[in-house]
C-alpha cells in the first residue's frame, strides 16, 4: 500500500519521461543533413522528391519508431511484468498506439510522395495511396500493422487482464516485427537472415527503451510491488541488450562487406555511431540499474535518482533511434574497392568516441593502471594519436595488401591509440595533450578529404565538431573512487 508521503509525491508534478528521447530528433536531422539527405537532388531528367517530404518522412518514422516503443513498453509493463494488470500503463499504451497509427497514415502519404517524387498535395491522392497499400510489401506491411494497432488501441484502453495484457504485448512485438520484411531488408526479398535480425532488433530495442519508460512511470508513482517491477525489468533488459547487439551486428554484417566497408562507408561510420551509444547505455543498465534496484529496496526515496538516471539513459536511447531511422534511409555500400579512403568519421569515432564510451562504463578501479611512460608523457601519446589516424587515412587511400585484414589491423590500431589517450586523460587532466589532438582532427580531416569529391565539406565540418565534443566531455577528470561515487558523479552531470 503506498504511503501518505508517496501519494503526495506522486501526486507532485512529474518530470516528462518521453521528453529526453528527443535528444534523438537533432541526432537525426544532423545526420542527415550532413549526408545531404534533405536537400532536393537535381538531376536532370530525373523528378525531385519535394523539400517538404524529404525533411518529414525521416521525423514520421522516429515518431513511429519512438511510438512502437511506448506501446510494447507499456503494454509489457501494465500486462505483463506489473503483479497485477496496471489500467494506467494499459491507456498509456492505448495513447501510443494511437499515434503509431497517425504515423503510419502520414507514412503512407509521404511514402507515395518519395517513390513517385509527387508534392505532398499529390500524393493525397486516395487511389494512388490505395495502390501502395496493396501492391507493395511495404503498403502490405503498414496495412497490416495498422490492423493490429488499432486493436491494440482499442483493447488496452477498454481492457488489461491478464490475458488481455499478454495478448496485448505479443500482438504489439508482432506489429514491431512486421517492419522487418521492408527497408533494406526487403531489397533481397525472401532474405530471412536480414529480416528476422532487423525484426528482432526492432522488438530488443522497442522492450528496452519503452519497458524503461513504462517501469519509470510504474515505480515512480509508486504502484503496487514497484521494486519488483524494477527488478523484473532489470531481466528483461538485460536480455534486450544481447538480443539487439547481437541482431544489430548479424544484420550490419549483411549489408557491410566485412571491415573493410565499415571503414571506408558512410553506412559503417553510422554503425560505428550506434555501438559507441551501445556502449555507453550497457554502462549504464550495467552501473547503475543493478545499483538502484537495490538501493530502491532499502529507501523508496530514491525514486528521483532513479528518474534522473534514467533520463540520461533515455536521452542517449533517443540518440539511437535518431541514428536508427538516418541508418535506414543511408544506402549500404557496395562492395569495396582497393583504393576505397576511409571515411573521416570512421577513423574519428575509433579513435575518440568508441574508446571514450568503453573507458566510460569500466569504474575507475578495475581499470588497468597506465605504464609510468605514458602518464609522464601524455603530449607524446596525444602526438601518437593524431600521427595513427593520419597513417590509417594514407593506409586505406593507398589500397594495397589484403584490404579486410590490413582494414581490421588498422581499427584495431586506432581503438589502441584512442584507449591509450583516454587512460593517461583519466590519470590526469593533461590540457596540452587534449589541445594537440583536438588540433590534429582538422588536420586529418583535411588529409583523409583533400581531393575527394564532395570532401572538406559540411559532413567533415559536423565530423570535426562531433569529434570535438567528443574531447570536451573526455576532459572531465575520471575520479577514482568505487561505483557508487562514479554513479553519483553522473547524476550531478
Ligand atoms: C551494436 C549496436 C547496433 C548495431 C550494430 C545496429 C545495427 C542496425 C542495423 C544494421 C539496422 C538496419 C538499418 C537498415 O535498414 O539499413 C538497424 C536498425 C534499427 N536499430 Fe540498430 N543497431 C545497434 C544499436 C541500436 C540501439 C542501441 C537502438 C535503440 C536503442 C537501435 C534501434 C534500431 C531501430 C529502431 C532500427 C530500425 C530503424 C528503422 O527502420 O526505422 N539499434 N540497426
Redesign the pocket.
Known amino acids: 500500500m503506498a504511503t501518505t508521503s508517496s501519494v503526495v509525491e506522486s501526486k507532485q508534478r512529474q518530470p516528462s519521461l518521453v521528453a529526453p528521447l528527443l535528444a534523438g530528433v537533432p541526432v537525426l536531422l544532423l545526420v542527415l543533413w550532413g549526408l545531404g539527405a534533405l536537400s532536393e537532388q537535381d538531376i536532370p531528367g530525373l523528378p525531385v522528391v519535394p523539400l517538404a517530404t524529404l525533411w518529414s518522412l525521416p521525423l514520421d518514422?522516429w515518431v513511429r519508431?519512438i511510438a512502437t516503443a511506448l506501446t510494447v513498453g507499456f503494454a509489457l509493463v501494465g500486462g505483463v511484468l506489473a503483479p497485477r494488470p496496471d489500467p494506467r500503463s494499459g491507456r498509456n499504451a492505448s495513447l501510443a498506439a494511437l499515434v503509431w497509427l497517425a504515423a503510419l497514415l502520414v507514412q503512407s502519404v509521404f511514402t507515395v510522395s518519395e517513390v513517385l517524387a509527387l508534392p505532398v498535395s499529390d500524393s493525397l491522392n486516395p487511389t494512388i495511396i490505395w495502390s501502395l497499400l496493396t501492391q507493395t510489401t511495404l503498403g502490405r506491411v503498414i496495412v497490416i500493422q495498422f490492423l493490429i494497432v488499432a486493436f491494440i488501441a482499442i483493447l488496452a484502453w477498454v481492457v488489461l487482464g491478464r490475458v488481455t495484457g499478454i495478448i496485448i504485448a505479443a500482438a504489439a512485438m508482432v506489429a514491431t516485427f512486421l517492419?522487418g520484411f521492408t527497408?533494406?531488408?526487403g531489397i533481397e526479398e525472401g532474405h530471412s537472415s536480414a529480416t528476422i535480425s532487423?525484426g528482432l532488433?526492432?522488438i530488443a530495442?522497442s522492450v528496452?527503451?519503452g519497458g524503461l519508460v513504462a517501469t519509470v512511470d510504474y515505480v515512480r508513482r509508486s504502484a503496487p510491488q514497484a521494486s519488483q517491477v524494477l527488478q523484473r525489468f532489470s531481466v528483461v533488459a538485460l536480455i534486450c541488450v544481447i538480443v539487439?547487439?547481437q541482431s544489430?551486428?548479424i544484420?550490419?554484417s549483411l549489408?557491410l562487406d566485412g571491415v573493410s566497408s565499415l571503414i571506408t562507408s558512410t553506412y559503417g561510420a553510422v554503425?560505428l555511431a550506434?555501438?559507441s551509444?551501445?556502449i555507453v547505455?550497457i554502462g549504464f543498465g550495467w552501473r547503475q540499474r543493478q545499483d538502484l534496484s537495490r538501493r530502491y529496496d532499502e529507501d523508496g526515496s530514491n525514486k528521483r535518482l532513479l528518474v534522473q538516471l534514467s533520463a540520461w539513459e533515455l536521452a542517449w536511447?533517443g540518440a539511437?533511434?535518431g541514428l536508427?531511422?538516418a541508418?535506414?534511409r543511408t544506402a549500404?555500400p557496395g562492395v569495396p574497392i582497393a583504393s576505397d579512403p576511409a571515411t573521416f568519421a570512421a577513423i574519428g569515432l575509433l579513435t575518440l568516441a568508441i574508446p571514450l564510451a568503453v573507458r566510460s562504463v569500466v569504474p575507475a578501479h578495475r581499470w588497468p593502471s597506465t605504464p609510468r611512460v605514458l602518464r609522464e608523457y601524455p603530449e607524446a601519446v596525444a602526438v601518437l594519436v593524431v600521427v595513427g589516424m593520419v597513417v590509417a587515412s594514407t593506409v586505406a587511400r593507398a589500397g594495397t595488401g589484403n584490404q579486410q585484414l590490413v582494414s581490421l589491423f588498422l581499427a584495431a590500431m586506432l581503438v589502441a591509440l584512442g584507449l591509450a589517450f583516454w587512460t593517461v586523460m583519466g590519470d590526469r587532466r593533461a590540457i596540452p595533450a587534449l589541445v594537440i589532438v583536438a588540433a590534429g582532427v582538422p588536420l586529418v580531416a583535411w588529409w583523409n578529404e583533400r581531393g575527394l569529391t564532395g570532401g572538406l565539406g559540411i559532413t567533415t565540418a559536423l565530423v570535426t565538431a562531433l569529434l570535438w565534443g567528443v574531447l570536451a566531455v573526455g576532459a572531465r577528470p575520471v575520479t577514482s573512487g568505487s561505483e557508487d561515487e562514479a554513479a553519483e558523479e553522473v547524476i550531478q552531470a
Open positions: 518514422l519508431d517492419p527497408g533494406h531488408s532487423l532488433h526492432v530495442a528496452w527503451v539487439l547487439v544489430g551486428l544484420n550490419a549489408r554503425i550506434k555501438i551509444i551501445v547505455l536511447m539511437a533511434f536508427s531511422v541508418l535506414a549500404p
